[in-house]
Every structure is written in structure tokens, then in C-alpha cells.
């Protein structure tokens, strides 16, 4: 499990599973903090061929969004969680698309209306996919859920929010595959399994864990 966006990870599970994947598309999904420096490579070739032969599994934890080599979340993961919300489609596309690809500005602002608009799309979305039993729909109802937390960051305690939602999305990886060991690559302020004493306001993702 890799502080990394759940998004590119569970698109990355697909891909695999359809034989569609390649190690470009992992060091993509981990993001360039880790796979851009050379001490990271040996470690990215060992867990490809690992993740390819289907001996260890990679998934996401972070909710964030507009990362340089999130290029699912960028092009693709707007018309796919937009698909599920009939009449509002186009809007929702064009509004959710202006998120994951930062496209705002002085025209286009990241305010409350639009944090709003994109709140009720999300949560049409969430209540389309959540009876469904389909993989790709639970995917796709993760991803919205996703999307829906991160909204919230710029409004409360960033990392407390952060960090509780990274925790969600373990246990919902976690509860899929019950009983195998996992291994967490995280910062130590989210790793930590205690209160910090300069930042004691924090709950970290190891306190929830």
C-alpha cells in the first residue's frame, strides 16, 4: 500500500487483470517523489514482476488529486464516474474534469459553489454505484468516494481528513483480501502510532490502523 492516489491504483488493478499493464503504468501510479530518483528503481522492477505474476498485490491510499503522473485521474477517471449520473453527465465531466486536472483559475475558481456542485455530482454518483455488486462498479464507487473526501480538505483539519480517508481505503482493500499481510510505504507523520508533541491535534493514518 503506497501513500499514492487510489485512483491510478485501482485502475492499475484493472489493467493487470485484463494483461493490459506495465511497469511504466506502476511507477505512474506510485508517482514521482519515489520513481523519480534512481535509488527507487531496483525496487520498482522487483514489485512489477512481483505484481505481474499475481504474487503481491499494489493498491492506494491518498485522496489527493493533480499529481504529474496521474494521468488516469487526469483523462480518464471523469467521463467514467460522470457516466453514472444521466441528465448531468456533461456538467459533471466538465466540473470533475477541472479537479483532477487542476484546471482553475481566476474564471474557474476552487470556492465553496464549486466544491459544492462537485459535492451533489459525487454523491449522485455514490448512490447509483452503491448497490451494485459488479468489481468495476465498487471500483468506481471508491473513487467517488474518494473524490467527495478530498473536497473537504481545504475546509477542516487537511491532515486529519487526509488521514482517516487513507485509513477508509485500507480497511476497504484490506476487508477484499482478509488475512494477507500488508506492507504500508507512507511518510512517518502518517505512519506514526501516536500523538506528536509539536503537533498534537493530529490523528494519524497509523493511529487509525
Same mark, same amino acid.
Given at each position: ?17 485484463? =494483461?493490459?499493464?506495465? !511497469? ?17 528503481? !531496483? ?7 512481483? #505484481? ?11 485522496? /489527493? ?14 467521463? =467514467? ?6 441528465? /448531468?453527465?456533461?456538467?459533471?465531466? $466538465?466540473?470533475?474534469?477541472? +479537479?483532477?486536472?487542476?484546471?482553475? $483559475?481566476?474564471? *474557474?475558481?476552487?470556492? $465553496? #459553489? ?7 455530482? &459525487? ?5 447509483? +454505484?452503491?448497490?451494485? $455488486?459488479?468489481?468495476?462498479? =465498487?471500483?468506481?464507487?471508491?473513487? #467517488? ?7 473537504? &480538505? ?7 481528513? =487526509? ?5 477508509? *481505503? ?7 483480501? !482478509? ?31
Amino acid at each position: 500500500y503506497f501513500e499514492s492516489p487510489v485512483y491510478e491504483f485501482l485502475d492499475l488493478e484493472e489493467r493487470l487483470a485484463a =494483461r493490459d499493464a506495465s !511497469p511504466a503504468l506502476l511507477g505512474e501510479a506510485v508517482g514521482a517523489i519515489w520513481t523519480g530518483t534512481r535509488e527507487f528503481e !531496483p525496487t520498482l522492477r522487483w514489485l512489477w514482476a512481483q #505484481a505481474a505474476a499475481g504474487r503481491v498485490r499494489v493498491h492506494g491510499l491518498d485522496i /489527493q488529486t493533480g499529481g504529474v503522473t496521474q494521468h488516469f485521474s487526469a483523462n480518464t477517471l471523469p467521463r =467514467r464516474l460522470a457516466a453514472h449520473v444521466g441528465p /448531468q453527465r456533461d456538467a459533471c465531466e $466538465d466540473q470533475l474534469g477541472r +479537479l483532477t486536472r487542476w484546471e482553475l $483559475d481566476a474564471s *474557474n475558481r476552487y470556492d $465553496d #459553489a464549486f466544491r459544492e456542485r462537485l459535492r451533489r455530482c &459525487l454523491t449522485d454518483i455514490e448512490h447509483v +454505484l452503491a448497490t451494485s $455488486d459488479a468489481e468495476v462498479d =465498487r471500483a468506481s464507487h471508491r473513487m #467517488a468516494v474518494g473524490l467527495r473526501s478530498s473536497l473537504a &480538505l481545504e475546509a477542516g483539519p487537511g491532515f486529519n481528513i =487526509r488521514d482517516k480517508a487513507m485509513a477508509q *481505503n485500507f480497511m476497504w482493500h484490506h476487508a477484499r483480501t !482478509p488475512g494477507e499481510r500488508a506492507i504500508l510505504w507512507t511518510s512517518t507523520r502518517h505512519a506514526v502510532k501516536a500523538t506528536l508533541p509539536d503537533h498534537p491535534e493530529r490523528i494519524s493514518l497509523g493511529m487509525h490502523l
